[in-house]
């Protein structure tokens, strides 16, 4: 048996297999014979994601198997194994599913099995549709079931962004930037369709509360009018300095506030701003254009320190750039399964309702490489690795200008 496990879910045994293979099909039992329908594997790990039912157990994903039971003679790739396991981590299914890929190796063929936990936060979208099981099919979820699953999420979530911020009130938030947003997040099918108010709207999305009748502080961060009055550490202190000396004057530097879209796009900016291109001899023939950071490199390493930072803390996202380096510091240590000795490898969303947005607007292209991606920009570009430092306050990543 090969395991791709995605996080810490209980992995079924042959024993459980041999007894859902014989079962019929249910609203936690999907079997397929296709290997190459990824649009049906999401469907299905979005709709188990959702429960709705609410029988609060994992969903099954039967690959290699037909309607009746019986195997199909399946021979399992490891390009199958790789393609099922990415669909955790390519942004299409948000906010991302928890689940486990494993192979069976059984008399009459393989049999891959896609494990896949109820989420704690509910609606789960794949490609902007809410999936869910009616019975033995999937279906797109309605508004009134959407709204159910919106409901259940009040007394399950867990993730700070995902809490009620019970100062505010649905006027401080700026409603058309709301608009905007629900364009990137929502298939354009179920808002033309869409006939909820504001408050559902906002609620299917993570960004409000039902039982406080306020928004929650993910909302608050994409869409508040002045999100520093409920969380004063959310902006992102830039420093440009002279020399290599904290304490130098320095040339440039800016609190970057606002709602979080508008940041973003700020820093991008500065990053543009900041990197310089010269001309470098590759050989006695040959010269290339190249620059002293990878742009992509500081917009990868930046995003994620404002997805995985404490939002609850008061110390802002830090953003110095050196003469020989740029230092990038985020509130709060490593979260979840990421340790010192795992990291980057593995990693966990202390914001998984910012990360989900991120991913919508465009700023996040695919979630767990953003700091592989880095480096490996680093290293093509000439410039030595970053360097990270690890303490239970914070993360701070180093990146050294190329020649230095």
């Not at 023939?285 to 930046?302: H, V």
């Not at 914001?351 to 910012?354: F, K, M």
């Given at each position: 048996?090969?395991?791709?496990?995605?996080?810490?879910?209980?992995?079924?045994?042959?024993?459980?297999?041999?007894?859902?293979?014989?079962?019929?099909?249910?609203?936690?039992?999907?079997?397929?014979i296709s290997t190459s329908d990824t649009d049906k594997f999401a469907q299905a790990i979005c709709a188990f994601s959702n429960d709705l039912p609410s029988h609060r157990q994992c969903g099954y994903l039967l690959i290699g198997v037909n309607d009746d039971g019986s195997l199909s003679g399946l021979q399992v790739t490891d390009a199958l194994l790789l393609k099922l396991g990415a669909i955790r981590s390519d942004g299409n299914v948000l906010p991302s599913p928890a689940m486990s890929v494993q192979k069976f190796s059984l008399t009459g063929g393989d049999v891959v099995v896609v494990e896949v936990l109820p989420s704690d936060m509910p609606p789960v979208r794949y490609k902007g549709r809410v999936y869910i099981r009616v019975g033995p099919r999937k279906a797109v979820a309605n508004e009134q079931e959407e709204r159910v699953l919106s409901e259940r999420r009040i007394s399950s979530a867990r993730s700070f962004d995902a809490r009620p911020c019970v100062e505010a009130k649905l006027e401080d938030l700026a409603l058309g930037q709301f608009d905007a947003y629900r364009r990137e997040a929502v298939d354009a099918e179920t808002i033309a369709s869409n006939h909820r108010d504001i408050e559902q709207q906002l609620a299917s999305l993570r960004m409000y509360d039902f039982e406080r009748a306020c928004p929650t502080f993910a909302g608050i961060l994409l869409f508040g009018k002045n999100p520093r009055f409920f969380l004063p550490g959310a902006y992102i202190q830039y420093l440009k300095l002279p020399g290599t000396d904290l304490t130098d004057m320095p040339e440039d530097q800016a609190e970057v506030s606002g709602d979080l879209s508008s940041v973003l796009r700020e820093l991008e900016l500065r990053i543009k701003s900041l990197v310089q291109t010269s001309?470098?001899?590759?050989?006695?023939?040959?010269?290339?254009?190249?620059?002293?950071?990878?742009?992509?490199?500081?917009?990868?390493?930046?995003?994620?320190?404002?997805?995985?930072?404490n939002y609850e803390s008061n110390t802002p996202v830090r953003f110095y750039v050196f003469s020989d380096h740029i230092e990038i510091q985020s509130?709060?240590?490593?979260?979840?399964?990421?340790?010192t000795s795992n990291f980057p490898t593995r990693n966990s969303y202390r914001?998984?309702?910012?990360a989900e947005a991120m991913k919508s607007l465009g700023f996040v292209n695919r979630f767990g490489y953003g700091v592989q991606r880095a480096q490996a920009l680093l290293k093509e570009n000439g410039n030595v690795p970053a360097e990270f430092e690890f303490d239970d306050r914070a993360v701070l990543v180093k990146i050294y200008r190329r020649g230095t």
């Open positions: 048996m090969e395991s791709l496990t995605q996080n810490n879910a209980m992995l079924i045994d042959e024993t459980q297999l041999l007894a859902l293979l014989t079962d019929i099909e249910s609203d936690r039992v999907e079997r397929t001309m470098r001899q590759i050989n006695t023939l040959e010269e290339r254009l190249s620059s002293d950071y990878p742009e992509w490199a500081l917009r990868e390493f930046l995003m994620n320190a404002i997805m995985h930072r509130p709060g240590g490593l979260y979840g399964e990421a340790t914001n998984p309702v910012i």
